[in-house]
């Protein structure tokens, strides 16, 4: 059986792993399954969502074609994605729902013609070069709602000319309310504003930098950054413009070049764009005006309704060109809902319960097969046990019915010669006599041995405990047992301390026990013919030990040897015989009087069989 186990192992293993083989391809295919299903729901999901996307924005652009004016109409209002801008131009208007700065505009007003009035102001101050008659020249047109803001910024000029900051000051204050545009395109207000900044700085330039984020005046482009860079040049600094405010005023001014664009084709038209930050842009123009929805990025968040049961659904644009992305991913052109890439579609929960799904296939796989290989040994280990057992129990019958044989026909071979007379010799017939006694002593020996191993397994042994000189005991077996021993050639050696202990033991039991032991040391010893019986005392305990040097005990065995039917193999090789009932029922008789057995032994150099009884604490006496 020792030596299947490697084969019955190696089959286990092999199923085993048929099994985690098998048990994988399941787990394949059903993750196969689980993929597909996903990714069908997926493309479902994808297709509905971009139909109702472009079912969305086609409103927008009809909500667009309606819009004549801002602001925009309440049921309009209310269908605005967040954060995001209404925009309509029209010939020297920008108009902006929600209102938001334009810090330039595509059409400023335009400039007006210098009005008359001016030519003789004009002629002292640059030819004659009298500035204070310019300014007296100039004071008459300040009262004059067409020439009043241009008269005050000559004065305001000549004064400065004069070296009178105040009263140049006081000139620029003056124009600061002016609504109107100079002839070089530049509002009056704007101009003082500038120069007071010259002539004051300070909180003149924090004003101005305010006016100019405010979008105060509808400025040129280049206006606006000429004023913006003089702030910074005043300043010392390097600022620039506030990134929204300049990003949303050049929307608008592309969103004017495209309806530039239109215009020269001459027909309405109409577009849509989601720029690479996701953020949208929908204009339609008509010769008259164009009207546009800017919506930030994010538009999408609020524009794309997914179906109730989709919360694990992630969402996320691509722009057109990119690769696809992973298998359980699903895109979808944009082309339907007329904007140029792609959105793509994923599932977080396919991916993360697929996970969950299979470690707990495999913890359960791990299990099982646990399980197997542990019930596999379990079973293997008590069948094993089992023969085992059985082995010993036919091994004992044997060596019990072997015991028997040689003695019972050495026994009926001289009964015989006696009945029949054929011993007429009175010492021979002395001789078979002897023989006779000593043969049928050591059969009822045996059959007591055997009664009494039977009752002690079953448990029906009684034992008579009483306190015993226990080294006057080893005396009387060393004694009785010396004569046997000489017999056959063996001496003994008997070495006690000179105490006399006393233990509570069974004393024929114990007899019994130490003789089991001296003939054991005297059977397994083929060669040295003396056999050592010691006693020695402690506090505690008695130690009375029995060694041999013979055959000794393989370190393997030295624990099976106490167990019932086991035989050493030294011992059977040797062809010694035995039942292997002697150590047994030396250990139950020395446990049951509270000692214990030690055994010490080297292969092939001899054993060492020690018992330890307890003292009985009183009873000891010097001898
Ligand atoms: P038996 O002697 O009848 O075989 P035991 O139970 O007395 O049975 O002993 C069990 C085994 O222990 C023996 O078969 C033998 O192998 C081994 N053994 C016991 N005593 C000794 C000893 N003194 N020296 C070597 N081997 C021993």
Not at 349 to 372: E, K
Request: proline share 5%; with cysteine; glycine share 8%.
């Amino acid at each position: 059986m020792r030596r299947s186990l490697p084969l019955f192992l190696a089959i286990v293993v092999c199923l085993a792993i048929w099994q985690v083989w098998l048990t994988w391809r399941l787990m394949e295919q059903d993750r196969n399954l689980a993929a597909q299903h996903a990714r069908e729901r997926l493309e479902q999901i994808a297709d509905l969502a971009v139909a109702q996307l472009a079912s969305a924005l086609g409103e927008w652009d009809l909500s667009l074609r309606e819009l004549d004016a801002l602001p925009p109409p309440a049921s309009l209002r209310t269908k605005l994605p967040p954060d995001g801008t209404l925009v309509l131009l029209a010939h020297h208007s920008v108009a902006v729902y929600p209102g938001k700065s334009l810090l330039f505009v595509p059409e400023p007003p335009a400039a007006a013609p210098l009005p008359n009035g001016f030519e003789a102001a004009e002629k002292l101050e640059f030819r004659d070069q009298n500035y204070d008659r310019a300014i007296a020249a100039l004071q008459p047109l300040t009262g004059q709602l067409v020439t009043r803001a241009e008269a005050w910024l000559r004065i305001a000029r000549l004064e400065r000319r004069l070296n009178h900051p105040e009263a140049a000051l006081a000139a620029y204050d003056r124009m600061s309310g002016e609504t109107g545009v100079s002839p070089d395109g530049v509002p009056y207000a704007l101009l003082a504003a500038g120069a007071r900044c010259e002539l004051r700085g300070g909180a003149e330039l924090q004003r101005l930098r305010a006016a100019l984020i405010e979008g105060r005046w509808p400025l040129h482009r280049e206006t606006f950054e000429y004023y913006w860079s003089e702030v910074n040049r005043i300043r010392h600094t390097a600022d620039d413009p506030p990134k929204d405010a300049l990003e949303f005023s050049s929307l608008v001014s592309r969103l004017h070049e495209q309806w530039q664009q239109a215009l020269r084709t001459g027909s309405n038209s109409s577009g849509r764009e989601a720029r690479p930050d996701a953020s949208l842009l929908i204009w339609y123009s008509t010769p008259t005006r164009l009207t546009a929805l800017s919506a930030p990025a994010g538009w999408l968040g609020a524009g794309l309704k997914l179906p109730a049961n989709s919360g694990d659904i992630r969402w996320r644009l691509q722009p057109s060109g990119l690769p696809a992305g992973a298998e359980t991913h699903v895109l979808r052109s944009l082309a339907e809902a007329q904007l140029g890439g792609k959105i793509e579609f994923s599932s977080i929960a396919a991916i993360s319960h697929g996970g969950i799904g299979r470690a707990l296939w495999l913890a359960g796989l791990a299990l099982m097969l646990l399980l197997v290989l542990a019930g596999a040994y379990a079973m293997y280990r008590g069948v094993s046990r089992e023969l085992r057992v059985a082995q010993l129990q036919s091994d004992f019958v044997s060596a019990v019915s072997h015991e028997f044989r040689s003695p019972l026909t050495s026994l009926s071979g001289i009964s015989e010669l006696l009945a029949n007379g054929r011993l007429a010799d009175e010492s021979r017939k002395n001789q078979a006599y002897t023989y006779l006694q000593r043969e049928t002593g050591r059969l009822k020996h045996l059959v007591e041995d055997l009664l009494d191993f039977g009752r002690m397994e079953s448990g029906r042994k009684h034992y008579q405990i009483e306190a015993h000189d226990v080294f006057g005991v080893v005396r009387a077996v060393v004694a009785d047992f010396r004569e046997e021993a000489l017999a056959g050639g063996f001496e003994v050696e008997l070495n006690l301390d000179s105490i006399a202990p006393t233990v509570k033991a069974d004393e024929e039991e114990l007899r019994r026990a130490i003789r089991n032991l001296l003939e054991n040391a005297v059977k397994y010893s083929p060669e040295c013919r003396t056999v050592w019986v010691e006693g020695r005392v402690n506090h505690r305990q008695v130690a009375i030990s029995v060694r041999d040097r013979g055959m000794g005990i393989d370190p393997r065995e030295q624990r099976e040897v106490f167990q019932k039917f086991v035989r050493g193999a030294a011992a059977k090789k040797a062809g010694i015989k035995g039942t292997g009932i002697g150590l047994s029922m030396v250990r139950q008789i020395v446990n049951a009087c509270g000692g214990e057995i030690r055994l010490e032994s080297v292969a092939g150099e001899g054993s060492t069989f020690t018992i330890l009884f307890p003292l009985a604490g009183a009873g000891e006496a010097r001898k």
